[in-house]
């Protein structure tokens, strides 16, 4: 009762406050429009707005942030379905499925859905962040240590090497590349330089940005260009068919999976909404009947997706606030934030300023069932531009994904670095490798090879150390039976399903 | 303690002058500078760009802005950051090195400059390639456990502890190859004969999430990157890495007071213009960050990181005798380490 009756305080301060109101629209409305550019994501406006935050009061100043958290991670999920530009990288995995849903003349459909759904797990995990955010800020650093967040991340390219490629073999060859581009740079442990040639630029490694962007958009349009020069072209159908309730529903299970997935990855510091995304699909994917579909149009794949990175939002703040501990580049500058307002967040901020927590608390819970009305309206205005003619739309693609590969560190090796993945990524979906599999390997390794470093000195370089952790072992376990499980499917059930190499 | 012997020249130098200099803290050490500078010949006629080789939500990417805002306070002149991080630094520094000389671009970057080159003098020499502006951040560093920790509660039983741990113990910093934290940590287990594995993150939140979740058995870093988790009681200093005791942290033993005999190594952040640049625009960029380094805007941020504990501020002769001692002091280490110096 007192958690409802702070909520309605929290409320109340909110909307009760003619500048607080525009606050929130304004980062409603920002959060959604860079969210959805790529490479200029909610972090460019965040940055934009982080010194001006100082001549707002601390409550303005947070919960505007905030309210860009949500709606910016929801935002990117509307060019990942209409034109396979991944906003950020946590919508990647919207585009797996989003984009041939569009292909398909059902692009209302996925947005619709992808609208549903990230209100729905952003709302949830808000829900859970106002009843127990001490509490499950302490387990999760408790129970999760670098070796369990390796043995998550096992676990997901375990399951994701069977998503999107022809046979095992490339499924697991489109993995190993990803892994392979993410050793590029200095070594996360020891700092070592590798596979760098003497260019200081990749000491940094090979970012994940203009990476997407190349498999992703500039791929694709080498493909339809293809497509376009040998008349098999087909613009694709336009669609504002929203999904009914009852659609939806019928992927319940789905939700909740992606909720649960979504909210513990976002609470583990460090990690949050992109692992989230990568993990609720890939669960989709394992759990669903009509796995060999993944990939092909699933709107499964856009709602796990979905879901699973909005639900990280609400649980990112839990770590923030009840610890201090930014979960990424976003909570991080809330951080700063905070300290423009000389306030620290961590346990003493609900003791000294629990109306701020309650303001920020109902600010993200009406930020996402806001995403439901702005989405719809913005959702049913962007389809049209579906109707632009290909000869014209693919130069602006091209143009966004350049400035946004640019915008990304200011650096134009990372342009280059972003049509090499293009022209490379147009090759590889002919042969029937999976470019969503490289990508995952690139995201996944990154964080897999630094918690793995971390686990093995923490264990003392014995593997065994493994044992003495229950939810490290049992992810791993859970690991290996995966990888048996598809190995058994590949080579001693059945013959392996051939997929849409150009669905991913 | 060879080591000790061979840096004791170069470090009595840097630790003389930081704590000689505390006196001048409360004046302001720029209070001779005038209030006003005239711009040489209209410099700067546009916005000036500030490249930052760090995120913008870290330890260098904060105090970027706070001192960008300052000289735009200053001056009113605009000054844009352009964050370029990788490659422990690197990537902004070659970027920086590829600009023009002449003062529209400056770069902010930390004593991991100066080590680089330490260790590789093909990378550049901070105190000859570029001109140090001021250096606005000089810092300690100390060790922490939980406050709520019953296996050890202080520095002697924290050593006593590990000792009986045979190697299994934990300390979370940024251990990278040369780093400070890592040359650091050398010095107080050759010390102490304490042998204790150190687990390296390199961003802040999973580290310090490391020390609250018990991952790890201890912390290392700079009191400013903990103070709210200081403030809120979750953790505690258990060692001052410095000779004496700073009022702030009376309570905590020094290394003297450990019995730990070696000179200790700061973190440090400076803002910086490419060597060949005009003088008269050196020296109209020497007032600009001098003197907001006084302004209260700036000072208060410093005071929110623990950096009044200890004398932050260098002009540029300073920063170039700390830039350049310091380069002495890790070369030494780096061979009485056995590492490759180049």
């Keep these: 009762m007192e958690t409802f009756n702070n909520f309605l305080g929290g409320t109340a301060a909110l909307f009760g406050d003619p500048i607080g109101v525009l606050i929130f629209f304004g980062g409603v409305v920002g959060g959604m429009l860079f969210g959805a550019i790529p490479g200029v994501s909610m972090l460019t406006l965040a940055a934009i707005l982080l010194p001006f935050t100082a001549h707002l009061s601390a409550e303005h100043g947070i919960m505007l942030f905030s309210v860009i958290y949500c709606t910016g991670v929801y935002g990117g999920a509307i060019t990942a379905i209409l034109f396979n530009i991944p906003g950020a990288p946590e919508n990647a995995p919207t585009a797996f499925d989003g984009y041939p849903m569009t292909q398909a003349g059902k692009a209302g459909k996925a947005v619709g859905a992808a609208v549903m759904c990230s209100a729905i797990g952003g709302t949830v995990s808000c829900v859970i962040m106002m009843f127990a955010t001490a509490p499950i800020a302490s387990w999760a650093i408790s129970a999760f240590g670098p070796p369990e967040i390796f043995a998550l991340v096992f676990f997901g390219l375990a399951v994701a090497a069977s998503v999107g490629a022809k046979t095992f073999w490339k499924g697991w060859l489109s993995i190993m590349a990803g892994l392979m581009i993410a050793v590029v740079g200095l070594d996360p442990v020891g700092g070592i330089e590798r596979y760098n040639f003497d260019m200081p630029y990749l000491a940094a490694g090979i970012h994940f940005i203009p990476t997407i962007l190349g498999f992703f958009a500039v791929s694709e349009i080498f493909v339809q260009a293809e497509k376009k020069a040998t008349g098999a072209y087909k613009a694709p159908k336009l669609s504002v068919d929203f999904p009914t309730f009852k659609e939806l529903w019928l992927h319940k299970i789905a939700v909740v999976r992606s909720i649960i997935i979504g909210f513990f990855c976002g609470i583990l510091p460090g990690i949050g909404a992109t692992l989230a995304a990568f993990m609720g699909y890939n669960e989709a994917a394992r759990w669903s009947k009509d796995r060999i579909n993944f990939g092909k149009g699933k709107i499964e794949g856009v709602i796990s997706s979905e879901t699973a990175n909005n639900s990280a939002t609400g649980a990112a703040m839990i770590p923030l606030l009840a610890l201090g501990l930014p979960g990424g580049a976003l909570t991080a500058m809330m951080v700063g934030v905070f300290q423009m307002h000389d306030m620290e967040p961590g346990p003493l901020v609900f003791i000294n ?107 003392h370089f014995e593997f065994s150390g493994f044992l003495n952790r229950p939810i490290a072992f049992g992810l791993l376990i859970a690991g290996a039976v995966t990888i048996a499980g598809s190995v058994y499917g590949a080579f001693f059930k059945k013959p392996p399903a051939p997929a849409d190499s150009e669905s991913a | 303690m060879n080591i000790k012997k061979t840096l004791l020249g170069a470090a009595i130098a840097v630790t003389a002058a930081t704590f000689t200099a505390g006196t001048a803290m409360a004046a302001c050490a720029t209070d001779a500078l005038p209030g006003e500078m005239e711009k040489p010949d209209g410099f700067p006629a546009r916005a000036l760009s500030m490249i930052v080789p760090y995120g913008p939500a870290g330890g260098s990417g904060q105090v970027a802005q706070a001192m960008a805002e300052a000289v735009s306070e200053l001056t009113g002149v605009s000054i844009n950051r352009d964050h370029k991080p990788g490659g422990s630094g690197t990537v902004g520094m070659t970027a920086y090195m590829a600009t023009p000389a002449d003062g529209y671009t400056v770069l902010e970057h930390i004593d991991d400059a100066s080590s680089a080159h330490a260790l590789d003098s093909s990378r550049p020499n901070p105190a000859e390639a570029l001109i140090p502006l001021v250096t606005s951040q000089i810092t300690f560093s100390q060790i922490y456990i939980r406050t709520k920790e019953d296996r050890y509660t202080d520095w002697p039983s924290f050593v006593e502890w590990v000792k009986a741990q045979g190697g299994k113990a934990t300390i979370a910093n940024v251990s990278k190859e040369g780093s400070m934290e890592r040359v650091t940590m050398k010095f107080i287990t050759d010390a102490t004969g304490m042998e204790i594995q150190q687990i390296s993150f390199d961003k802040g939140a999973p580290r310090y999430g490391a020390l609250a979740g018990g991952q790890v058995d201890a912390l290392f870093e700079q009191p400013g990157d903990v103070r709210k988790f200081l403030d809120s009681g979750m953790f505690k200093p258990i060692l001052t890495i410095l000779k004496e005791r700073p009022d702030a942290f009376s309570d905590v033993p020094s290394l003297t007071d450990a019995g730990l005999d070696f000179d200790p190594l700061f973190r440090f952040r400076g803002f910086y213009v490419k060597a060949g640049t005009p003088d008269d625009r050196v020296k109209w960029l020497q007032w600009a960050f001098q003197k907001a380094y006084c302004g209260e805007g700036y000072q208060a941020y410093n005071e929110s990181k623990f950096m009044n504990l200890i004398d932050s501020f260098r002009d540029t002769d300073g920063s170039k005798e700390l830039i350049t001692n310091t380069i002495a002091q890790y070369r030494d280490v780096y061979k009485s380490m056995g590492l490759e110096v180049k």
């Design chain 1, 353 to 459: 300023s629990p109306d701020l927590v309650w303001v920020v608390f109902a600010a993200m819970f009406f930020a996402n069932l806001s995403i439901l009305l702005v989405g719809f309206l913005e959702a049913k205005t962007i389809v049209n531009l579906l109707r632009i003619p290909f000869q014209f739309l693919a130069p602006m693609i091209l143009l966004l994904a350049t400035v946004g590969s640019y915008a990304v560190r200011g650096l134009v090796i990372d342009v280059v670095v972003m049509f090499v993945a293009g022209v490379a990524g147009f090759f590889l979906r002919r042969s029937g490798y999976s470019v969503a599999g490289i990508v995952l390997g690139l995201i996944l390794g990154k964080i897999g090879e630094q918690t793995f470093a971390q686990a093995m000195q923490m264990l």
